[in-house]
C-alpha cells in the first residue's frame, strides 16, 4: 500500500494548482526566499516566497496569492491576497475586503522602510502587478512651436512582457515565453531559448520531515510500523528540480530506502520528470535504474461555487502511455488551513494489477505555516462495478502523518 510517507512522487517536484503569474524566487522584499515542499497530490503549491518586512511576514505563491500575518502571533487574524494579472489586486481581512489595488502598467515598487499588514499587503499586490494594466500615455516634445502637432503616445518596449499564462485567459501555452518571437517595430527583445541549467545561480534547497504510521497492517488489523522521510528539493534552474527523499521504517533490521526524481518544467503547464522507485539502502542499490518517465499537464482551473476553484493535473507515464494508469488530480482548498485531495486512474484492458486504485483522496491542516497535518488513502480503492482480487476497505486503509518544513 502507497502512503503519505513517500513525501514526493514522480511529478510532484513542482506542482502547480493554478495558472501562475510570478516567480517565487524573484524576492518582493530583502532577504525573502522561496520555500519548496514536496506535494503528493494538487492540493497546494510545492513552492512560495516566504518574506517578513518590519512586525509582519508573508507568503507569496506563483498565482498572485498571499497571506500576510504578524510575526509571532499565530492567532491573530491574516490579511489575505488574490490578484488577476493585468486587473487588480484584492485585500480580504477575513470576508471584508479592505481594498481593491488595479494594474495600472507602473513598474516595481519601492520598499518601503517600515510597514504595517496592510502596507505590506499594497506593496506585494503592486509587486504582482507591476507592468500590467494599463499604462500611462507619454507624449512626445512638441516640434513645431507654431503648429503644434497631436501629441502620439510613446511606444512601449517588450523588457518585461507579461507571463504567457494569464489567469484569467487559462490558454494553453505550449511553448514558454523566451520561444514566441518578437512582432512589431517595438519589440526589440532576440528570440532565445531557454537555458536548461543557469550556471550563475547557485541551487535553492528546502527540506521537510514527514512522520506517520497506516492505521491498519494488512493481515494484522492493527497500525502498522512509524515510518520516518526526510525529503529535500533543489532548484538547479529556473526548469530543473532535483528532488531526494530518504526514509526510515519501524523494526528490526529495517534499512531505509532512497528515492529521487529529475524534472525539467518545459512550459509553465507542462514538466518532465523520471523518478526513481524505492532504492535499498543494504549495499545491493536494487531499483537504482528502475524508474519511470513521466508527462504531467496543468489543467484550467474549475470554477465553483462561492468564488472558489479546483486545480487539476494530468499524468501519464511516457513513452507507452497505455504501460500505467493515466491519472486526473484534482485538490480544493476549502479554507486558509484545510485543503481537499482526489485523483482518479484509468488503465488500459489487462494493466491494472489486483493493488491498483481506482481512486485516492487526501485531506491536509496546516496548522502553522511549518506545521502539517495530512491523511492519505492510496490504497486499492476500487469503484463497486471493478471490486477486483483485493479492493481497499476504507478509511483505516489510509495514513496519518505530520509534516514539518525545515529552512536553513
Not at 251 to 273: H, V
Not at 332 to 353: D, F, I, K, N
Request: charged residues 20%; aromatic residues 6%; proline residues 10%.
Amino acid at each position: 500500500m502507497a502512503t503519505l510517507l513517500a513525501i514526493w512522487g514522480p511529478g510532484a517536484a513542482l506542482a502547480w494548482p493554478g495558472p501562475q503569474i510570478l516567480r517565487t524566487d524573484d524576492p518582493a522584499v530583502p532577504g525573502a526566499v522561496e520555500v519548496l515542499a514536496d506535494t503528493p497530490n494538487a492540493l497546494t503549491w510545492s513552492r512560495a516566497q516566504a518574506g517578513r518586512l518590519g512586525g509582519w511576514r508573508y507568503r507569496l505563491y506563483p498565482d498572485g496569492s498571499a497571506v500576510v500575518m504578524p510575526d509571532g502571533d499565530a492567532q491573530a487574524r491574516p490579511l489575505r491576497m488574490d490578484c488577476i494579472r493585468g486587473e487588480a489586486c484584492r485585500i480580504w481581512s477575513g470576508t471584508r475586503l479592505v481594498t481593491r489595488i488595479p494594474a495600472t502598467g507602473s513598474p516595481r515598487p519601492t520598499v518601503p522602510d517600515t510597514a504595517d499588514g496592510e502596507t505590506l499587503a499594497r506593496h506585494l499586490a503592486l509587486w504582482v502587478l507591476a507592468g500590467s494594466g494599463s499604462q500611462p500615455r507619454a507624449t512626445v516634445p512638441v516640434v513645431d512651436a507654431i503648429a503644434p502637432r497631436p501629441a502620439a503616445p510613446a511606444r512601449r518596449h517588450r523588457d518585461h512582457p507579461a507571463p504567457p499564462l494569464a489567469r484569467d485567459g487559462y490558454r494553453l501555452t505550449m511553448f514558454p515565453g523566451a520561444f514566441m518571437p518578437c512582432r512589431g517595430t517595438a519589440c526589440t527583445a532576440p528570440l532565445r531559448l531557454p537555458p536548461v541549467f543557469d550556471q550563475a545561480q547557485r541551487p535553492r534547497t528546502t527540506c521537510a520531515v514527514t512522520a506517520g504510521v497506516a492505521l491498519s497492517t494488512q493481515g494484522e488489523g492493527g497500525p502498522g510500523p512509524a515510518r520516518v522521510t526526510l525529503g529535500c528539493g533543489a532548484r538547479l534552474s529556473d526548469r530543473v528540480t532535483l528532488n531526494l527523499g530518504v526514509t526510515g521504517r519501524g523494526g528490526a533490521g529495517r534499512n531505509p530506502d532512497l528515492s529521487y526524481a529529475l524534472t525539467w518544467r518545459a512550459t509553465d503547464r507542462l514538466s518532465l520528470s523520471y523518478a526513481s522507485r524505492p532504492i535499498r539502502m543494504d549495499g545491493s542499490w536494487s531499483g537504482l535504474l528502475d524508474g519511470r518517465l513521466r508527462a504531467e499537464l496543468t489543467l484550467p482551473r474549475i470554477p465553483l461555487p462561492a468564488g472558489r476553484g479546483a486545480d487539476c493535473r494530468m499524468r501519464v507515464t511516457l513513452p507507452d502511455p497505455t504501460r500505467d494508469a493515466l491519472v486526473l488530480s484534482c485538490g480544493l482548498r476549502l479554507t486558509e488551513r484545510l485543503s481537499l485531495g482526489v485523483s482518479a486512474h484509468a488503465y488500459a484492458s489487462g494493466v491494472q494489477r489486483p493493488w491498483d486504485p481506482d481512486y485516492t483522496y487526501s485531506a491536509t491542516w496546516k496548522v502553522t505555516d511549518r506545521l502539517r497535518v495530512g491523511y492519505g488513502n492510496y490504497a486499492a480503492n476500487r469503484f463497486p462495478w471493478n471490486r477486483g482480487d483485493g479492493p481497499g476497505t476504507g478509511l483505516r486503509d489510509g495514513t496519518l502523518s505530520l509534516t514539518y518544513d525545515l529552512s536553513f
